[in-house]
């Protein structure tokens, strides 16, 4: 067991990927037997595969950890009834208003086993393990980022109007707001509420805090913030197989993958973007991820080619003025040196 933890210590980056897709895929076959076969039993097993990026770092990060516990016993405990309370709420609201399910007592008991894993994540912010409290305290921390969450919302709905206009003025479609099923305050409300269902249920928490929280700095210490937007692209898209196949996408076709690396680099160029940028706050980065998907939920009939080209032409503006084929200065919040939570930190003070 020591050398295994020595190892991890010293490979934080391929442990995490390792415990990511160990934790994702060895639960996987929990998606094709809730999509097709009616095991909604195996629910809460797949809410757990989903969050597997944050898990794993979660496990590193409390492995790579060399300082004592501090701070009240009762304090995480608290603070996961607390997320338990508000991601079972966010998961209610969502099922009732936009899946349009009927409140039963059923779904009253099993929300909050279904909500647990996210529950652990948030609450991880509250930790008594100073390097995963450290790790996690962007994520529950808006102060000072409130203009680039505003950004993050602004820049996701504005390329999708953007390319909608665009294709409308190209004549290649007609798609107006009045094409939008939702109006009004009701349109606002569906937003609102797919919205925070996707920043709990789990592009903030289950993934952002892993592919951004975790693995982008510890990349970004060795290389730019371009080449390690190409490999989060890379373990980004492979972490979804399992679950494209579920619902039938053809994964085991080389076009597939290559439509799919296509259409993911440039989001995960974003997505880091916001991330470095707002001085390496996860949330900022959860909230740009759930933001592009309740766009996509919402936006009638994207015209998916000229969306790409609208995004790939945005992408390479902030690519040329933040020149990220460079790497950051090493004291620069989004990369690893400037992580207290480090163990090469921990060890190079002692």
Not at 95 to 100: A, C, D, M, R
Not at 217 to 225: D, E, K, L, V
Not at 266 to 282: D, E, M, Q
Request: aromatic share 14%.
């Amino acid at each position: 067991m020591k050398k295994i933890t020595e190892w991890i210590r010293h490979h934080q980056i391929a442990a995490f990927f390792i415990l990511t897709f160990g934790i994702t895929w060895g639960l996987g076959f929990t998606y094709d037997a809730i999509l097709n076969r009616g095991m909604d039993f195996l629910a809460p097993l797949a809410f757990v595969a989903i969050c597997g990026p944050a898990l794993a770092g979660i496990i590193v990060t409390r492995i790579c950890n060399t300082e004592p516990k501090s701070g009240s016993t009762k304090t995480p405990w608290i603070a996961f009834l607390i997320a338990l309370i508000v991601s079972t709420i966010v998961f209610l609201v969502h099922n009732i208003t936009v899946n349009h399910e009927t409140l039963t007592p059923g779904m009253v008991i099993f929300a909050p086993i279904l909500s647990a894993p996210v529950a652990y994540i948030l609450s991880a912010a509250a930790s008594r393990v100073p390097a995963v409290r450290r790790y996690l305290s962007t994520l529950v921390n808006a102060r000072q980022i409130w203009g680039w969450i505003l950004l993050a919302l602004v820049v996701t709905t504005g390329l999708s109007v953007l390319s909608i206009v665009i294709s409308n003025t190209l004549g290649r479609q007609s798609v107006h707001l009045s094409d939008l099923q939702f109006k009004g305050v009701t349109l606002v409300k569906m937003i609102a509420v797919t919205f925070f269902y996707q920043l709990f249920f789990f592009n903030g928490t289950g993934e952002e805090v892993g592919w951004r929280g975790f693995a982008l700095p510890r990349i970004q210490a060795r290389t730019s913030p371009l080449l390690a937007s190409l490999v989060l692209t890379f373990f980004w898209a492979l972490w979804h197989a399992f679950y494209w196949q579920a619902e039938g996408d053809p994964v085991f076709t080389a076009q597939f993958w290559l439509d799919t690396f296509m259409k993911l680099f440039p989001a995960t160029v974003l997505i880091s973007w916001f991330y470095n940028r707002s001085k390496g706050n996860i949330l900022v980065a959860g909230v740009t991820h759930a933001a592009a998907n309740t766009v996509f939920e919402y936006m009638p009939r994207i015209d998916w080619p000229v969306y790409n080209a609208t995004i790939y032409a945005f992408v390479l503006v902030i690519i040329l003025i933040d020149q990220m084929w460079k790497k950051l200065p090493s004291d620069n919040p989004a990369t690893i040196q400037n992580k207290q939570n480090l163990y090469f930190h921990a060890q190079a003070d002692t």
